[in-house]
């Protein structure tokens, strides 16, 4: 049977820190299977997996070396049919997350390309120095340093956008496309109903030159034969078959390309993946900088890509966090007094938008950002290498730590906390300790405490993924922003065949009255996070901290 995306949610599971059941401190496929109830209760159509191919997870499995493969860590290819199977009888279908972009160097095609075959050599970007043996452009890696790794043996460079680890695929070599293709049927064949593209939007490289404006990304980023060569993978693959619903990790792009992405009749991918919203406490692009989130720049970006989106018949992933991401209830909420309120109100935000919302797994019970206060306990390669930049750059190691922890990818890997028992029901107590440390919190955040307390988070989130389900006019309304120049109120209607939406949420700690507040008389408040209902009364709004509410008519 045919899903429609515009109804569906997706729950995003990071395997690695999901659930164990072998007891050697990493999560596994088998910890999935067991969490399906779980997930089921929830309400979530989809489930996304982070890549658990054969790796050697320098990059936490997205340096790929056998797509075909189970990396043994996390089980066998029977684990991965009886998860598929098991989701199933659920009416949960499963997304797998494809990287494409490049290759773990431990690959096939790369060890064969180093051994010299030039079929192979072609599946890569191997170029020859500038004159004065120095790398040939100035681009710079996403993980720090440059994007180019010399070898020796040829006396060229390979390209790598990312760890020097993971060489990135040349797609104009027609050869590589068609091996993508083939991996993309193998799992269709399997029965796998989603795919998630990792920084797809950087497979079409442009000019190999020196970047004098930037690190380089103008010239791998938006690329001129992105749209075809997408079109051409629909074609080959997804397709051909109606059930499969697809989302590109789009990185740095421009809202203009997402209208061809994710536009209704361009036959490229389903939806798209942006994040211009998740840099409003960036300076820039500069991620490694402590500034105060800016709510101005945050309603006017998300307002942007929700209106201009819908002129064009395209569709948004709406979401606040994921692997790569800090946990939004420490970054735009409150991990104290207020937790359980913010958790719901940025909920809230996301999922009354025009666009498939995203859970990332422990965003349902309001998980907050590491407690750790040593780099020792950081696994993330992008933030080890950071902190020593940091310092390279003159700061000091306290206060390049503390960049880290707010930061830090690590923030949303920390173990999926169960219950209060030690390792947080992640993994048996007397099993290996944890690949990485287990929030102390989760004494009192944790899914079993969640699920017997009808007021949780987890229940408000379970509320909000089947009101999608039940109105209409969130899954296909138009969108129109309110309180665009608020400096406390996130607020917009939704509009769909004479149904109306209201959504008012007050994004801060304290106290607020809104003035201008819409007239909500004949409209029912069908969610709101506090238990006393209050309404606009002559315009004016008393909010209470963080109080979210969304009234339909």
């Known amino acids: 049977?045919?899903?429609?995306?515009?109804?569906?949610?997706?729950?995003?599971?990071?395997?690695?820190?999901?659930?164990?059941?072998?007891?050697?401190?990493?999560?596994?496929?088998?910890?999935?299977?067991?969490?399906?109830?779980?997930?089921?209760?929830?309400?979530?159509?989809?489930?996304?997996?982070?890549?658990?191919?054969?790796?050697?997870?320098?990059?936490?499995g997205y340096d790929v070396e056998d797509y075909y493969n189970i990396d043994p860590r996390y089980g066998t290819m029977a684990d991965v049919e009886e998860l598929i199977a098991e989701a199933d009888k659920r009416g949960i279908r499963l997304m797998f997350d494809m990287v494409f972009n490049h290759v773990s160097t431990n690959h096939e095609w790369f060890q064969k390309a180093m051994a010299g075959d030039p079929y192979y050599k072609d599946f890569f970007f191997f170029r020859k120095g500038k004159t004065d043996g120095s790398a040939p452009t100035n681009w710079e890696s996403k993980f720090g340093g440059s994007a180019w790794e010399y070898v020796?043996?040829?006396?060229?460079?390979?390209?790598?956008?990312?760890?020097?680890?993971?060489?990135?695929?040349?797609?104009?070599?027609?050869?590589?496309?068609?091996?993508?293709?083939?991996?993309?049927?193998?799992?269709?064949?399997?029965?796998?109903?989603?795919?998630?593209?990792?920084?797809?939007?950087?497979?079409?490289?442009?000019?190999?030159e020196d970047d004098t404006a930037g690190?380089?990304?103008?010239?791998?980023?938006?690329?001129p034969n992105i749209h075809k060569y997408l079109k051409e993978l629909n074609e080959a693959t997804f397709g051909t078959d109606a059930e499969i619903v697809t989302v590109g990790e789009m990185s740095s792009t421009s809202i203009e390309n997402c209208y061809q992405y994710a536009g209704r009749d361009t036959h490229e991918l389903s939806m798209v993946f942006s994040f211009h919203h998740l840099k409003v406490d960036f300076m820039g692009n500069e991620k490694w900088v402590l500034v105060p989130v800016d709510f101005g720049k945050l309603k006017h970006i998300m307002f942007e890509w929700q209106t201009k989106m819908a002129e064009h018949n395209a569709w948004n992933a709406v979401f606040w966090c994921n692997h790569d991401q800090p946990r939004p209830v420490s970054r735009f909420g409150d991990e104290?007094?207020?937790?359980?309120?913010?958790?719901?109100?940025?909920?809230?935000?996301?999922?009354?938008?025009?666009g498939t919302p995203y859970v990332y797994q422990g965003e349902e019970i309001g998980m907050t950002n590491t407690d750790f206060t040593d780099i020792s306990q950081f696994r993330d390669v992008e933030?080890?290498?950071?902190?020593?930049?940091?310092?390279?750059?003159?700061?000091?190691?306290?206060?390049?730590?503390?960049?880290?922890?707010?930061?830090?990818?690590?923030?949303?890997?920390?173990?999926?906390?169960?219950?209060?028992?030690?390792?947080?029901?992640?993994?048996?107590?007397d099993g290996t300790e944890p690949w990485i440390g287990v929030n102390s919190n989760h004494i009192r955040v944790n899914a079993a405490e969640q699920l017997s307390d009808p007021d949780s988070i987890f229940h408000y989130y379970r509320?909000?993924?089947?009101?999608?389900?039940?109105?209409?006019?969130?899954?296909?309304?138009?969108?129109?922003?309110?309180?665009?120049?608020?400096?406390?109120?996130?607020?917009?209607?939704r509009e769909y065949d004479g149904h109306k939406l209201i959504v008012a949420c007050n994004f801060y700690g304290k106290d607020y009255e809104w003035k201008g507040a819409p007239d909500v008389s004949g409209y029912k408040r069908v969610i709101g996070n506090y238990s006393a209902e209050t309404t606009p009364e002559n315009g004016v709004w008393k909010m209470r901290p963080y109080e979210a509410a969304v009234w339909y008519r």
Not at 464 to 489: N, Q
């Open 1 to 60: 049977m045919k899903r429609d995306f515009r109804k569906s949610t997706v729950y995003q599971i990071y395997p690695k820190s999901f659930c164990d059941t072998n007891g050697d401190g990493l999560g596994d496929l088998r910890g999935v299977i067991n969490k399906l109830d779980y997930i089921k209760e929830l309400g979530v159509d989809y489930i996304w997996l982070t890549p658990f191919f054969v790796s050697p997870q320098n990059d936490n």
């Open 383 to 429: 933030s080890l290498n950071y902190y020593q930049i940091l310092q390279d750059k003159g700061l000091s190691a306290s206060d390049a730590l503390r960049i880290v922890q707010i930061h830090s990818r690590d923030n949303g890997r920390t173990p999926m906390q169960w219950d209060a028992s030690e390792y947080a029901g992640f993994t048996a107590a």
């Open 215 to 223: 690190d380089g990304r103008r010239f791998y980023t938006d690329g």
């Open 336 to 354: 104290g007094k207020y937790w359980k309120e913010s958790a719901k109100m940025l909920g809230t935000i996301v999922h009354c938008l025009r």
């Open 463 to 493: 509320k909000l993924i089947a009101l999608r389900k039940e109105l209409d006019v969130i899954a296909y309304g138009g969108i129109t922003p309110l309180a665009e120049k608020d400096p406390c109120v996130f607020a917009y209607e």
């Open 152 to 208: 020796e043996k040829f006396d060229e460079y390979y390209l790598h956008l990312f760890d020097v680890t993971q060489a990135d695929l040349n797609w104009d070599n027609e050869n590589v496309r068609k091996e993508v293709q083939k991996i993309l049927r193998f799992w269709m064949d399997k029965g796998v109903k989603g795919f998630r593209f990792d920084v797809i939007n950087l497979i079409s490289k442009e000019a190999f």
